[in-house]
């Protein structure tokens, strides 16, 4: 049986270039490929990489969803559909809000691969396919398989190093995914032995673990940033602010090959934290947090959430001055966003305060609701701008590390990245972007 597995093309920001859609390939997708590719033929077409063949053959289409994706992903079902071939929608978006895509789509999956495409596939093949498949039970570590890093065409992507420790995230903010009901019971931390063999199956030297909260089980990740220690390599991930209360923790992730992390500060703002019950979050904390990593050497990418209801058209430059007067290495901002399914959506929803339904435009570059204490274009306005202050040249000389090794690696992704990476994107179209990503590994591992 042919399997034609799609992920639909991204919606592009305004500060987004080819860099941002060729960063890696859909770990989903590969996933589904691991638990079907020994019996059955598996097709991967990433449509920002490439060009859809919608003549080819194929019996069963799989299409992952992301909210902003929504209406490119219904536009490609219907394309199969009129061929009779079936089409079945999963992913985050249907994960999360799985009752609008049953009108749209033969099948609906609700849930981690693992546990719904093999018995996806089975009925298909006796005839007895469902319209909605989810997870029944508990997820298992050992019921997580490791994506068909094979199957991967590494020209087409700036990074090939991904690895997920984990599904999930123990908190519970209300404008996460994680605060949908489908995942509130879920969060599970992979066998570490699984996770070392993927590491060297990949036999990169640099990896980016892209786990939800690489912290969610600090005992597990205590052992397992213990069990990298020989592998020597680089690394960075995502974790959640707590992290500051953890010194041991951070001085094995330290010595383990911790380069940088990625960390949801959200705002500066404490109001506007404990409005989406960001618990983890304790802003008089920040600080603090941001010293206990600069001493170690280890470089903090921020998140920040801009249209909280404790924001106002004054948050920006606060916020930027935050950032500046504390060194932030690299920031990336967002537009507060109500995915359907989270605890702000169906709050906004009650209160009449969405503007728009179209999802193409729920990718946190657009103001689709009403702000509490400002008006949408000041919002937006102040989204962009802040994006332009942060990358200007003053601050970015402003906020040079004062770790003289991580200076080279932290111009190339302000100037080379965000500054520049239109004038990027043109060079690695030229070169090539698996040799520009080579080139990325080879100078984050040597630095």
Known sequence: MIIKLIQPKMQMRPMDTGLKIRMAPSLGLLTIATLLEQEHTIVLENENVEEIDYDGPADLVGITVTVDGMNRAIAIARRFQARGIPVVAGGIHITA??????????????????????????????GQLKKVYSCQDGVQPQDIVSPAYHLIDKRKYLYSNIVSTSRGCPFRCDFCYNSCAAYRNVYVNRNIDDVLEEIQRINKKHIMFIDDNFIGNPAWTMEFVQALKPLHIKWNAAVSANIAQMPELLDAMRESGCQSLFIGFESINAASVSDVHKVQNQVNQFDDLVEQLHKRGIMIHASFVFGLDG????????????????KIETVTSHILTPYPGTQVYDQLVQQGRITTFDYS???TAHVV??????????????????????????NIFKRMPDTPEQRIPYLLFNLLYR?????????CQWIGYERIGRLAEWLSYRL
């Open 419 to 427: 500054k520049f990476g239109k004038v990027t994107d043109g060079l």
């Open 369 to 394: 609701f009403e702000p509490a204490n400002m008006t949408a274009q000041q919002l937006y306005d102040g989204y962009i701008q802040i994006y332009k202050d942060i990358y200007s040249l003053k």
């Open 311 to 326: 924001d106002d058209e004054t948050t920006f430059a606060r916020t930027l001055d935050w950032i500046v007067a504390h």
């Open 361 to 363: 435009l729920y990718n």
């Open 97 to 126: 809000f799985p009752e609008q895509a049953q009108q749209y789509f033969d099948v609906t999956c609700v849930g981690i691969a693992e546990k719904t495409w093999p018995a996806i596939v089975q009925d298909f093949q006796q």
